[in-house]
């Protein structure tokens, strides 16, 4: 409990410092070459119900500085830093090295810090680097060239890792990814509330970190025709979401250990507006090693209106359907192999947002999944505040289902959240 009040006095603190300057428009000077700037934000929650030994309030502290500093037309340089304290313990220690090798989440840390060179149609970038190749939104078989920050299911993110770009093109275009030493993902804390529960007998294990020879690479290729923006990309490396491996302790009991298998994925994407909608769809087929063969596919339609009920409003609607199909069975452990790129099979996203001004002063929300086939889904209504470079988020989310399902084996977290960003 004293850890708690002690991160909330921070982020009230922090709050309370920079939220005046801010909101009234003050800003340091910054030069042309040289720009800064970041955010502020805080993230608390109340859990509705009791968990273990889990807490059952959360407060979450992060401070994104980032700088970049352009000598001239062809070069540029970037910085992103990351400090992340949290009254859970999700956080573990000071400064990472570049690589994120120990797959746990740091107070400190550095995001990104790449080096950039422009010359007409070419670019090349060094450095710890953040990718989405992502064309549709929370389903995509083209984005596999980062591991993934876990600790919080629902508030996961890319993990940045160390890498050559280069891109030829414009329109038209050729990319190549290398990432010469393999990054783990982040995977939710033992004891905490996003640790998967087992079966009796079963206990979970640490994960196995591959050692940094381990190298990744990705090709993309994209181009317009007829309006459709086309593509497809290749990747041989390992799949950022691990497989398990049982590993006997006793006659009775196992551990279930996280390792990472090496895969080949070929997708393709496309998009295009269409009747005054936005389309976006992607497939790819994924050849792994010791687990599932399959192919994912992902289409989603979007539009925003505006003058709905005033002059000033806006609506947002974004509608997605995912599902896989496995050509291949290699996996055994069914009952707890939650690969997290496949848990959104046969299911309907949706994400909406209603803006009553065009000052974007107040936003209403909702974003969920719901799975077709099975009792199983996540929903999260919010309302957002919005005054210049300060935004404050309430909301709720919401876990549901059987408890052999992927939200229901979550539904014991349900929580009220609030979330405060400011931006300088």
């Known amino acids: 409990m004293a850890k708690f009040l002690l991160f909330g006095l921070l982020a009230i603190v922090i709050t309370v410092i920079y939220l005046p300057a801010i909101c009234l428009g003050s800003v340091s000077p910054q030069s042309e070459k040289l720009k800064w700037g970041g955010t502020l934000e805080s993230f608390g929650a109340v859990y509705l119900q009791k968990k273990d030994q889990a807490e059952n309030a959360y407060l979450e502290g992060r401070f994104r500085p980032y700088f970049t500093y352009t000598p001239d037309e062809k070069w540029l340089f970037h910085l992103v830093g990351d400090g992340r304290p949290d009254s859970a313990g999700y956080a573990q220690g000071s400064i990472n090295n570049i690589a994120e090798r120990t797959g746990r989440r740091w107070y400190i840390n550095v995001r990104e810090a790449y080096a950039e060179f422009n010359y007409q149609w070419f670019r090349t970038r060094i450095g710890k680097q953040v990718f989405d190749w992502s064309v549709t939104d929370t389903v995509s078989p083209t984005d596999n060239l980062c591991a993934r920050d876990w600790t919080d299911i629902i508030r996961n993110e890319r993990v940045g890792a160390p890498a050559v770009a280069v891109r030829l093109g414009y329109k038209a275009y050729l990319e190549a990814v290398f990432l010469p030493l393999f990054t783990p993902s982040k995977l939710p804390v033992k004891g905490g509330r996003w640790e998967r529960d087992l079966p009796p007998g079963f206990i979970n294990g640490d994960q196995e970190i591959l050692s940094p020879s381990h190298s990744q690479a990705g090709l993309r290729a994209g181009t317009t025709v007829a309006g459709f923006d086309l593509g497809a990309s290749l990747y041989r490396g390992y799949s950022y979401s691990p497989a398990v491996r049982v ?12 390792a990472y298998k090496p895969e080949w994925v070929y997708s393709l994407f496309l998009a295009r507006e269409l009747y005054s909608l936005n389309l976006r769809a992607e497939m790819g087929y994924f050849q792994q090693i010791d687990q599932d063969n399959f192919v994912q596919g992902v289409i989603g339609l979007d539009k925003e209106w ?42 309907i996203m949706i994400k909406s947002h209603y803006i009553f001004d065009s000052e974007k002063r107040w936003t209403v929300k909702i974003e969920g999944s719901f799975k077709l086939n099975k009792n199983d889904s996540y929903l999260e209504p919010a309302i957002v505040w919005r005054y210049k470079r300060a935004e404050v988020e309430g909301g709720v989310d919401i876990l549901m289902g059987q408890k052999n399902t992927f939200f229901g084996g979550y539904k014991e977290n349900k929580r009220i959240y609030l979330k405060m960003t400011v931006k300088y």
């Open 306 to 347: 505006s003058g709905i009920i005033r002059p000033v409003d806006s609506f947002f609607i974004l509608l997605q359907y995912a599902n896989d199909i496995v050509t291949k069975h290699n996996n055994t452990i069914n009952y707890v192999n939650y690969d997290l790129r496949r848990v959104l099979d046969n299911a």
């Open 247 to 258: 590993q006997p302790i006793s006659r009775f009991s196992a551990q279930l250990i996280p």
